[in-house]
């Protein structure tokens, strides 16, 4: 995937991101990555595979630091095939899941479970069913602050009282290291996007009509930064509102 000649074109280009601030994937492919990919079918199949590959490697991490069990309904948002959704309705018997994806995306269909239903939508505007759980799992990293200000107002939207919204990434530390920048680099340059640090994600979580509770590290790169809607925050003791599970 990283070899893909939209991504080395983007390298190429690097000196557009330092000067502009944008992405350099502009300069050869004006619509984009997400637009490219709609066009190429063979570059789409790749992408695909590599985010699969990827999800079911990190999927166990997730399960092992993060309770599902209260659970009764997950919408994963821009869930792909769904691999962690049906990892976790298979470890939580009670809950059923709806993965909302993009209409080719939800066509190209996933692993089945009798409890997990497809539905077809952009999150950037199309209103989300009601859930107790919500899963963004590598979405927000691929996009600027405007856009993922505009997802995350979105979830706030449908999210109800008693609902926890997990947004599931490579967290930063507030303390970088160069080893820390790389993926930082590469969103840049190929998506626009990228990595943000607990106190720059819970900034667009404050803007976004929601808190940041607690982040939970996972035995991998992952970490779980869980939000609520602020009044639900502000109900819970303050000894609450931080958490670090290894």
Same mark, same amino acid.
Request: proline share 6%.
């Given at each position: 995937?990283?070899?893909?000649?939209?991504?080395?074109?983007?390298?190429?280009?690097?000196?557009?991101?330092?000067?502009?601030?944008?992405?350099?994937?502009?300069?050869?492919?004006?619509?984009?990555?997400?637009?490219? &990919?709609?066009?190429? #079918? +063979?570059? %789409?199949? /790749?992408?695909?595979?590599?985010?699969?590959?990827?999800? $079911? *490697?990190?999927? @166990?991490?997730?399960?092992?630091?993060?309770?599902?069990?209260?659970?009764?309904?997950?919408?994963?948002?821009?869930?792909?095939?769904?691999?962690?959704?049906?990892?976790? &309705?298979?470890?939580? #018997? +009670?809950? %059923?899941? /709806?993965?909302?994806?993009?209409?080719?995306?939800?066509? $190209? *269909?996933?692993? @089945?479970?009798?409890?997990?239903?497809?539905?077809?939508?952009?999150?950037?505007?199309?209103?989300?069913?009601?859930?107790?759980?919500?899963?963004?799992?590598?979405?927000?990293?691929?996009?600027?602050?405007?856009?993922?200000?505009?997802?995350?107002?979105?979830?706030?939207?449908?999210?109800?009282?008693?609902?926890?919204?997990?947004?599931?990434?490579?967290?930063?530390?507030?303390?970088?290291?160069?080893?820390?920048?790389?993926?930082?680099?590469?969103?840049?340059?190929?998506?626009?996007?990228?990595?943000?640090?607990?106190?720059?994600?819970?900034?667009?979580?404050?803007?976004?009509?929601?808190?940041?509770?607690?982040?939970?590290?996972?035995?991998?790169?992952?970490?779980?930064?869980?939000?609520?809607?602020?009044?639900?925050?502000?109900?819970?003791?303050?000894?609450?509102?931080?958490?670090?599970?290894?």
């Amino acid at each position: 995937m990283m070899g893909l000649p939209v991504r080395l074109r983007s390298f190429d280009d690097l000196a557009h991101s330092v000067r502009a601030g944008r992405p350099s994937i502009e300069l050869s492919d004006p619509d984009g990555l997400w637009g490219y &990919l709609r066009g190429a #079918p +063979r570059e %789409r199949a /790749i992408f695909g595979q590599a985010m699969t590959a990827k999800a $079911a *490697g990190e999927t @166990a991490e997730v399960l092992a630091a993060y309770d599902f069990s209260s659970s009764r309904r997950i919408v994963d948002v821009g869930g792909g095939r769904g691999h962690l959704l049906h990892a976790i &309705l298979e470890a939580t #018997p +009670r809950a %059923r899941g /709806i993965l909302v994806d993009l209409p080719g995306v939800v066509e $190209a *269909g996933g692993p @089945a479970h009798p409890r997990l239903v497809r539905q077809a939508g952009d999150f950037f505007v199309d209103p989300l069913p009601a859930a107790d759980t919500y899963l963004v799992m590598d979405v927000i990293h691929d996009w600027a602050d405007a856009e993922a200000l505009a997802i995350l107002t979105v979830i706030r939207r449908a999210a109800m009282d008693d609902t926890r919204v997990l947004l599931i990434e490579g967290l930063l530390p507030e303390n970088l290291d160069p080893g820390s920048l790389t993926i930082d680099v590469i969103m840049l340059a190929v998506t626009g996007g990228r990595e943000r640090t607990d106190a720059e994600l819970g900034r667009l979580l404050d803007a976004a009509g929601l808190r940041l509770a607690r982040v939970i590290d996972t035995p991998g790169r992952l970490r779980i930064a869980e939000a609520r809607r602020v009044d639900a925050v502000n109900a819970q003791r303050p000894e609450e509102r931080h958490e670090s599970t290894h």
